[in-house]
Structure formats: C-alpha cells, structure tokens
C-alpha cells in the first residue's frame, strides 16, 4: 500500500482477508476452549443451580473478553509487521 493515500494491490487484500480469517477463527477456538474449561465442571459434576449458574456466566465473559483481546492483538500485530515492498522476497535489496 502506497503510504499517501494509494490504492492496495490484490495480495495486500488477500492478505489481510486472510488474517482477518486467522483471527476470528484463533479467537473462536480459543474462546470455546476457555468456556468450557470454566463452565465445564458446573455440568460434569452436577453442581446446584447456582453454583453452575456463576460458573456459566464467569465462562461466558471471560470467552468474550478473550475472543475480542485475540482478534485485537492478531490485528494489531499485523498492522504492526513491515510487509517486503517487493512479493517473495525478505527485503528491498535482495
């Protein structure tokens, strides 16, 4: 991408299609795993209707605070990594 202004090339949109794609999946998953390591007990153990309840509720938004810092981070550690000016090769001079 032209830094004043310029439009993207095909590859840098595909490319931040992709990790956009990697973010939300990785965000997913990891969130689907943090619910179910907290709530999970609430149901393998059969424990009162409070106690689950507390648990769910705990697992439900720690999952969304994870799943919204993931895709943030993702992102924001893209945006951050020079991309070589010229495609396949590691820099300008090679």
Same mark, same amino acid.
């Given at each position: 991408? &032209? =830094?004043?202004? %310029?439009?993207? =090339?095909?590859?840098? @949109? &595909?490319?931040?299609? +992709?990790?956009?794609? #990697?973010?939300?999946?990785? /965000?997913?998953? $990891?969130?689907? !795993?943090?619910? %179910?390591?907290? $709530? %999970?007990? /609430? #149901? *393998?153990?059969g *424990?009162?209707?409070? +106690? @689950?309840? /507390?648990?769910?509720g $705990?697992? +439900? !938004?720690? /999952?969304?605070?994870?799943?919204?810092v993931? +895709?943030?981070?993702? *992102?924001? @550690?893209? $945006?951050r @990594?020079?991309?070589?000016?010229?495609?396949?090769? =590691?820099?300008? &001079?090679?």
């Amino acid at each position: 991408m &032209d =830094t004043y202004g %310029g439009r993207r =090339t095909q590859g840098e @949109r &595909d490319a931040i299609t +992709v990790e956009i794609g #990697y973010a939300l999946c990785s /965000a997913a998953f $990891a969130a689907a !795993v943090l619910f %179910g390591t907290v $709530a %999970g007990p /609430a #149901y *393998l153990f059969g *424990l009162p209707a409070a +106690v @689950r309840g /507390a648990l769910v509720g $705990a697992g +439900v !938004v720690s /999952a969304v605070v994870l799943f919204f810092v993931r +895709v943030v981070s993702v *992102l924001v @550690r893209f $945006a951050r @990594r020079g991309q070589p000016s010229q495609p396949g090769r =590691t820099s300008p &001079d090679s």
